[in-house]
């Protein structure tokens, strides 16, 4: 039986991690994941969970710590934002080179300078190579579900690589909503034991993790890290087949929202998606074939699927909530193009920057940028292929 | 049973740190592992900092390691340990797990005295039953001999070269071991691979010692230092016997000088034969002799005052008796 609860996303993200009941957890405070980590610090004062927690220095330690946990051979997590995310960026190369399937949510908040507390995906993104898996969530009950199905992913057999929880800082993560709760042993039972590979700490069988690898080998060993992540899109549906069944909640690669006969659409991340929804429902109703199409699975991204669900669209905007600063598009248009380029008949596509430092997304802005979507495909013409929304010039 | 520390009997241990890495002939840390591996009379897992050790002795498919054993990268041994000494306790405390484990990291002077400082820190402060060895050459040697805040006073680097306007290193030293202790960790050392006994001793006791501890080894580097290339017994040697890296331990707070030398050697017998403080045997640096000299006794008398002020008390009143 589902619990019926009014939360916040770091509330629920905290309770999922609670029924998860990890062996190490390593903790640093930074807006606006500090609640996160706080509430579960709090389990562990209770005895509520088995879990030993390390109060480290610094984000860099924390993945530090997280890499020997888990190589000891164990079930570890952590939580952080933003510039906690860049102190750790060096080590998240390592977690994952490493086959570490250390699992922790991000709660999305906007990169310094200048410094803002609130929530964009510049964090994310800057970590979107780093050979992470990403699963992103629109609303806390999403977040709750993500974080649980996180961890069957990370630690399937076929893949064993570190998962990033993403939810945006302050809409998300400090707003309550109606969520349902899984029952625990349900929880615990779709999760289930956690099984090593390689742990340091069986000293019968001495492992060396981290070793030297030079040009004659390098290559083949970032070969063998690619092939995996090939396998993760898989697994996250059978993960969300099983999910299905203790939850009720249907989950893929992505959403497609009204997309099928869909002549305009948007792609967009995370929150922004549901105010995004009620206005192409809006469309829908004077008769204008708009669709969304919200991805889940970020990284590895599922290119071909993406592709295949947009292609018969005549204009598409991605809306970006980061900027890539290199000179050209946002993060996520540019891997929307790129699912796009093998079609020779695609949707005119073009890209917005919203909502940077937590600047509110509005449903007006959802209903401009489809007015220019329908503009386009009434003229053929596309008069700016990027631009800031919502802001001041 | 421990295994009596005398050569006949360690000489049956199993070398746990095989011969065929890939470090320079000569060098002194694995001299150093060597030793503190076959002090231990448990089993040991092992972090290692990115540095010279780290690089030469697990190069993929070879391992010299037959402990397990992990880098993850230069400024966070600490960390990575703790880590693994966290989940230790989580997997004992849950009946997953029986075997007595200790947990050891060695980092060079540049992964430990400066870029692993804060890590190294924050893993003592927060009290994980560990051990951390320095093994310090006195300068980052991976990279290629440049200046860390080991690198002693005057010493010519590649970063702080012996140019013809400033004459090399031109700070003291950091004194990391005494800072370790200032964080009131129950065991904190100074040793060296001359002092064999001394150094596994050290090992023994602090592996005893539950909470974290910290050990600095002396470890010469021929290459870094510009010696001959089997001088890294004799150059650590002189180094204790003109007192400019002391033999000593601080435990639970009282400071004891583990090996006094009957006659401190003038400080110049240890700079003399390395390359690196070729250029201070010069009339015009002969002032940089003389400062080097007297940190070294400013600091030894220090070291002296500190083991009076903190001697059990009735070693203090024999003391006084005697004088
Ligand atoms: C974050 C980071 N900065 C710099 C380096 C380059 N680096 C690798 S080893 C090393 C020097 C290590 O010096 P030390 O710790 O003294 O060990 P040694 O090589 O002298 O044994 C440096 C600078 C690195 N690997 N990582
Ligand atoms: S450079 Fe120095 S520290 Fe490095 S392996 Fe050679 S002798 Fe040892
Ligand atoms: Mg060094």
Same mark, same amino acid.
């Given at each position: 039986?589902?619990?019926?609860?009014?939360?916040?996303?770091?509330?629920?993200?905290?309770?999922?991690?609670?029924?998860?009941?990890?062996?190490?957890?390593?903790?640093?405070?930074?807006?606006?994941?500090?609640?996160?980590?706080?509430?579960?610090?709090?389990?562990?004062?209770?005895?509520?969970?088995?879990?030993?927690?390390?109060?480290?220095? +610094?984000?860099?330690?924390?993945?530090?710590?997280?890499?020997?946990?888990?190589?000891?051979?164990?079930?570890?997590?952590?939580?952080?934002? +933003?510039?906690?995310?860049?102190?750790?960026?060096?080590?998240?190369?390592?977690? +994952?080179?490493?086959?570490?399937?250390?699992?922790?949510?991000?709660?999305?908040?906007?990169?310094?300078?200048?410094?803002?507390?609130?929530?964009?995906?510049?964090?994310?993104?800057?970590?979107?190579?780093?050979?992470?898996?990403?699963?992103? +969530?629109?609303?806390?009950?999403?977040?709750?579900?993500?974080?649980?199905?996180?961890?069957?992913?990370?630690?399937?057999?076929?893949?064993?690589?570190?998962?990033?929880?993403?939810?945006?800082?302050?809409?998300?993560?400090?707003?309550?909503?109606?969520?349902?709760?899984?029952?625990?042993?349900?929880?615990?039972?779709?999760?289930?034991?956690?099984?090593?590979?390689?742990?340091?700490?069986?000293? %019968?069988?001495?492992?060396?993790?981290?070793?030297?690898?030079?040009?004659?080998?390098?290559?083949?060993?970032?070969?063998?890290?690619?092939?995996?992540?090939?396998?993760?899109?898989?697994?996250?549906?059978?993960?969300?087949?099983?999910?299905?069944?203790?939850?009720?909640?249907?989950?893929?690669?992505?959403?497609?929202?009204?997309?099928?006969?869909?002549?305009?659409?948007?792609?967009?991340?995370?929150?922004?998606?549901?105010?995004?929804?009620?206005?192409?429902?809006?469309?829908?109703?004077?008769?204008?074939?708009?669709?969304?199409?919200?991805? %889940?699975?970020?990284?590895?991204?599922?290119?071909?699927?993406?592709?295949?669900?947009?292609?018969?669209?005549?204009?598409?905007?991605?809306?970006?909530?980061?900027?890539?600063?290199?000179?050209?598009?946002?993060?996520?248009?540019?891997?929307?193009?790129?699912?796009?380029?093998?079609?020779?008949?695609?949707?005119?596509?073009?890209?917005?920057?919203?909502?940077?430092?937590?600047?509110?997304?509005?449903?007006?802005?959802?209903?401009?940028?489809?007015?220019?979507?329908?503009?386009?495909?009434?003229?053929?013409?596309?008069?700016?292929?990027?631009?800031?929304?919502?802001? %001041?010039? | 049973?421990?295994?009596?520390?005398?050569?006949?009997?360690?000489?049956?241990? #199993?070398?746990?740190?095989?011969?065929?890495?890939?470090?320079?002939?000569?060098?002194?840390?694995?001299?150093?592992?060597?030793?503190?591996?076959?002090?231990?009379?448990?089993?040991?897992?092992?972090?290692?900092?990115?540095?010279?050790?780290?690089?030469?002795?697990?190069?993929?498919?070879?391992?010299?390691?037959?402990?397990?054993?992990?880098?993850?990268?230069?400024?966070?041994?600490?960390?990575?340990?703790?880590?693994?000494?966290?989940?230790?306790?989580?997997?004992?405390?849950?009946?997953?797990?029986?075997?007595?484990?200790?947990?050891?990291?060695?980092?060079?002077?540049?992964?430990?005295?400066?870029?692993?400082?804060?890590?190294?820190?924050?893993?003592?402060?927060?009290?994980?039953?560990?051990?951390?060895?320095?093994?310090?050459?006195?300068?980052?040697?991976?990279?290629?001999?440049?200046?860390?805040?080991?690198?002693?006073?005057?010493?010519?680097?590649?970063?702080?070269?012996?140019?013809?306007?400033?004459?090399?290193?031109?700070?003291?030293?950091?004194?990391?071991?005494?800072?370790?202790?200032?964080?009131?960790?129950?065991?904190?050392?100074?040793?060296?691979?001359?002092?064999?006994?001394?150094?596994?001793?050290?090992?023994?006791?602090?592996?005893?010692?539950?909470?974290?501890?910290?050990?600095?080894?002396?470890?010469?580097?021929?290459?870094?230092?510009?010696?001959?290339?089997?001088?890294?017994?004799?150059?650590?040697?002189?180094?204790?016997?003109?007192?400019?890296?002391?033999?000593?331990?601080?435990?639970?707070?009282?400071?004891?000088?583990?090996?006094?030398?009957?006659?401190?050697?003038?400080?110049?017998?240890?700079?003399?034969?390395?390359?690196?403080?070729?250029?201070?045997?010069?009339?015009?640096?002969?002032?940089?002799?003389? #400062?080097?000299?007297?940190?070294?006794?400013?600091?030894?008398?220090?070291?002296?005052?500190?083991?009076?002020?903190?001697?059990?008390? #009735?070693?203090? #009143?024999?003391?006084?008796?005697?004088?």
């Amino acid at each position: 039986m589902a619990r019926i609860v009014a939360v916040t996303g770091n509330e629920a993200v905290a309770e999922a991690l609670k029924q998860i009941n990890p062996d190490v957890c390593a903790a640093y405070p930074i807006t606006p994941q500090t609640d996160m980590m706080q509430r579960f610090a709090g389990f562990v004062s209770d005895g509520k969970v088995k879990t030993e927690i390390i109060l480290v220095e +610094s984000e860099h330690s924390s993945m530090s710590a997280c890499i020997g946990a888990s190589a000891a051979g164990g079930r570890v997590i952590t939580a952080t934002s +933003s510039q906690g995310l860049a102190l750790m960026w060096e080590m998240l190369f390592i977690a +994952s080179g490493l086959r570490l399937p250390i699992i922790m949510p991000v709660v999305n908040r906007a990169l310094s300078a200048p410094l803002n507390i609130h929530g964009d995906h510049s964090d994310a993104m800057g970590a979107r190579d780093a050979g992470w898996i990403q699963l992103w +969530s629109e609303n806390t009950q999403e977040a709750y579900d993500n974080t649980i199905q996180a961890f069957r992913i990370g630690e399937h057999m076929d893949i064993r690589l570190p998962v990033i929880i993403c939810l945006d800082g302050f809409i998300i993560s400090h707003s309550i909503e109606r969520i349902e709760y899984i029952e625990d042993s349900d929880v615990r039972n779709f999760v289930g034991d956690f099984k090593a590979v390689n742990p340091l700490l069986d000293i %019968r069988h001495p492992v060396s993790y981290g070793p030297l690898i030079l040009p004659d080998y390098y290559m083949e060993f970032m070969r063998a890290h690619a092939e995996p992540m090939a396998k993760v899109p898989k697994v996250v549906l059978d993960v969300a087949k099983d999910f299905e069944k203790i939850s009720g909640r249907k989950y893929g690669l992505f959403e497609a929202y009204r997309l099928d006969d869909a002549e305009i659409g948007l792609v967009i991340l995370n929150s922004a998606a549901g105010t995004s929804k009620d206005v192409i429902d809006e469309f829908r109703n004077k008769g204008i074939k708009a669709g969304l199409l919200k991805p %889940r699975l970020y990284r590895p991204f599922p290119y071909a699927e993406v592709g295949e669900a947009l292609k018969h669209l005549k204009a598409v905007c991605v809306l970006d909530r980061a900027d890539a600063f290199g000179g050209s598009f946002g993060p996520v248009f540019i891997d929307i193009a790129a699912s796009l380029y093998p079609y020779k008949e695609r949707p005119f596509l073009i890209n917005k920057i919203y909502g940077l430092g937590g600047r509110d997304y509005l449903p007006e802005h959802a209903a401009l940028v489809l007015d220019e979507l329908a503009e386009i495909v009434k003229t053929g013409k596309v008069k700016t292929f990027k631009e800031y929304i919502g802001v %001041r010039e | 049973m421990a295994t009596p520390l005398s050569l006949k009997e360690l000489s049956k241990k #199993e070398i746990l740190f095989t011969p065929g890495h890939r470090m320079c002939a000569g060098c002194g840390a694995p001299i150093i592992v060597k030793m503190v591996l076959l002090a231990a009379d448990y089993p040991v897992i092992a972090s290692n900092a990115t540095g010279c050790l780290e690089v030469s002795t697990c190069i993929s498919d070879y391992t010299a390691w037959k402990i397990p054993w992990i880098h993850s990268a230069f400024e966070n041994a600490a960390a990575t340990i703790s880590g693994v000494e966290t989940m230790y306790r989580s997997l004992k405390k849950q009946g997953k797990i029986n075997d007595e484990i200790k947990f050891i990291s060695f980092g060079g002077d540049g992964g430990t005295y400066d870029i692993g400082f804060q890590s190294l820190s924050g893993a003592m402060e927060r009290g994980h039953d560990m051990l951390y060895i320095c093994y310090d050459n006195g300068a980052y040697m991976n990279t290629g001999i440049q200046r860390s805040s080991a690198t002693p006073f005057g010493a010519d680097t590649t970063t702080c070269p012996a140019g013809d306007v400033i004459p090399g290193k031109m700070q003291q030293r950091k004194d990391l071991t005494k800072i370790m202790a200032a964080h009131n960790i129950p065991y904190a050392a100074q040793a060296s691979p001359s002092h064999w006994g001394d150094l596994m001793k050290k090992v023994r006791k602090a592996l005893e010692i539950k909470g974290p501890k910290f050990m600095n080894v002396i470890a010469p580097c021929n290459r870094g230092w510009r010696s001959k290339t089997d001088d890294a017994i004799t150059l650590s040697r002189l180094a204790v016997e003109t007192c400019c890296w002391p033999l000593y331990e601080i435990e639970n707070g009282n400071t004891k000088i583990t090996f006094k030398p009957r006659e401190k050697k003038p400080l110049v017998d240890f700079l003399k034969p390395q390359g690196r403080f070729k250029h201070l045997f010069t009339p015009e640096n002969e002032w940089l002799l003389k #400062e080097a000299q007297e940190q070294v006794d400013k600091n030894w008398e220090r070291l002296l005052a500190e083991e009076a002020c903190f001697a059990p008390k #009735e070693t203090k #009143e024999k003391a006084s008796k005697e004088q």
